[in-house]
């Protein structure tokens, strides 16, 4: 008889999974590194978790980003992707294709979207911030989900875009849709991405007779060795901007907020460093909360273009591959004492940005947003306390995603 038996493998996708997936994502680490389960949507795929193989695959260019590469495809039965996509043609994004044309799109959009755009845009994301804590600190209790998380990184981003103000409240309602249906009905979802493209497609039109300083300016006006982006290229390209950098930081938000009210001892540490203008702490508590419990908890879909191996374990052509980056950060292998919340942690080469030529190309603007939400709630609010029992929160069932769906808490009022 054994004296340790293997505890049994651990039911994914489950409500209770969504809420916790950390000891589920332990038992896969440890028995079964590179698993093949099926996923709620009926498609098979392979779920790899150590922080080593996940690194690799990361970077693993027989592993393509492009679905025409997904063995079901080949049977009409391709099922991945962004709803709505397919027919809206935003299929030449960046997350849905491979080199040459991502080195090539990739490069076209870093002549835009560049760090110092982004460090010019602080007082702006600053100003929002103030604005939506304005809306609700006087109440002395908020929903932080739907009042602060959820409307900054859209406004942030329609403000980048050129987005005139008077639109970007259609633009909320529409990635609102695209957030709460993110992993049920298709149709409301499929309807806003096509109102979305089809008002994207116009003002670019527009923008091209009538070039400011804003980023879709930007993005027409790029160009490398004489190429230019096409208008359904650059609609594509803003669309990508607004879908990668939306939910993803609303969770930063959320997720993080969250983990510091959890953590009482931390959350005093940071407080104490802010009031006293040190800022490093921030820093490396920003890049923490990404390993710790972070937005993004699978990479988005890859597809094997030949016979490989990850981790010792044979995988087909067509296969799909999904990195679980929620699994990989938490790798004892990798980091010290894994499971704990240490803001000032050095030595932290998470994979909450993904790894490889798809590395997120937002992260300095969602590394701004983040920094300058979760401050200034703490400055403001500093008694900003959970207003709900942690087992009474419901996470958001997403497949890629990891998110609340409400982050309820109360603070003593202001004006
Ligand atoms: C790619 C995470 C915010 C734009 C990625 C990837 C990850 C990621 C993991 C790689 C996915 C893969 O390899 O499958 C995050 C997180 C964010 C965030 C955790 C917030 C905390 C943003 C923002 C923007 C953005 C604010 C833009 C405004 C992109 C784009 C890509 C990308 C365009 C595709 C890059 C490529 O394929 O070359 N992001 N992201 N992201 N992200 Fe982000």
């Known amino acids: ?12 996708f489950t409500w209770e999974f969504a809420s916790d997936p ?66 809206a043609n935003l299929m030449t994004h960046l997350l849905n294709i491979d080199p040459p044309d991502h080195t090539r799109l990739r490069r076209l959009v870093s002549k835009a979207f560049t760090p110092r755009r982004v460090a010019e845009f602080a007082p702006r994301v600053q100003e929002l911030t103030d604005r939506l804590i ?3 600190c006087e109440k002395g209790g908020a929903d932080l989900i739907h009042e602060f998380a959820f409307p ?22 529409w990635a609102g849709m695209m957030i709460r249906h993110g992993g049920g009905p298709r149709g409301g979802v499929a309807r806003s991405v096509k109102k979305m493209r089809t008002y994207l497609a116009e003002l670019i039109h527009r923008k091209r007779e009538d070039l400011g300083d804003d980023l879709i300016s930007g993005l027409i006006r790029a160009s490398d060795h004489g190429e230019h982006l096409t208008e359904n290229e650059a609609a594509a390209m803003a669309f990508i901007l607004l879908f990668a950098g939306f939910e993803t930081t609303v969770n930063l938000i959320g997720n993080g907020t969250y983990a510091l009210l959890r953590h009482p001892e931390q959350r005093e540490r940071l407080q104490r460093a802010l009031a006293e203008g040190d800022a490093s702490l921030l820093a490396t508590g920003v890049e923490e909360l990404l390993r710790y419990d972070g937005p993004v908890e699978l990479a988005t879909w890859r597809f094997a273009t030949q016979n490989l191996v990850i981790g010792g374990q044979r995988i087909a052509e067509g296969d799909p591959v999904l990195v679980v980056l929620a699994a990989a950060d938490r790798d004892p292998e990798r980091f010290a004492d894994p499971d704990a919340l240490d803001l000032s942690r050095r030595d932290n080469q998470h994979l909450g940005y993904g790894h490889g030529i798809h590395y997120c190309l937002g992260a300095p603007l969602a590394r701004l947003e983040g920094q300058t939400a979760l401050a200034t709630l703490l400055r403001r609010l500093p008694d900003l306390r959970l207003a709900a029992a942690p087992e009474d929160l419901r996470w958001r069932g997403g497949l890629i995603m990891r998110g609340l769906r409400t982050l309820p808490v109360e603070f003593t009022a202001r004006p």
């Open 1 to 12: 008889m054994h004296e340790n038996p293997t505890p049994p493998a651990p039911k994914l």
């Open 152 to 173: 900054l990184p859209i406004y942030a981003i329609c403000d980048m875009l050129g987005v005139p103000p008077e639109d970007q409240d259609d633009f909320r309602d």
């Open 134 to 136: 304005d809306g609700f």
């Open 22 to 87: 950390y000891p589920a994502y332990a038992w896969l680490r440890e028995h079964a590194p590179v698993h093949r389960t099926e996923l709620p949507s009926g498609v098979e795929a392979w779920l790899v978790t150590r922080y080593a193989d996940a690194r690799q695959a990361l970077a693993d260019q027989r592993l393509s980003k492009n679905p025409l590469h997904h063995s079901e495809h080949a049977h009409g039965k391709g099922k991945v992707g962004i709803p709505g996509e397919r027919s």
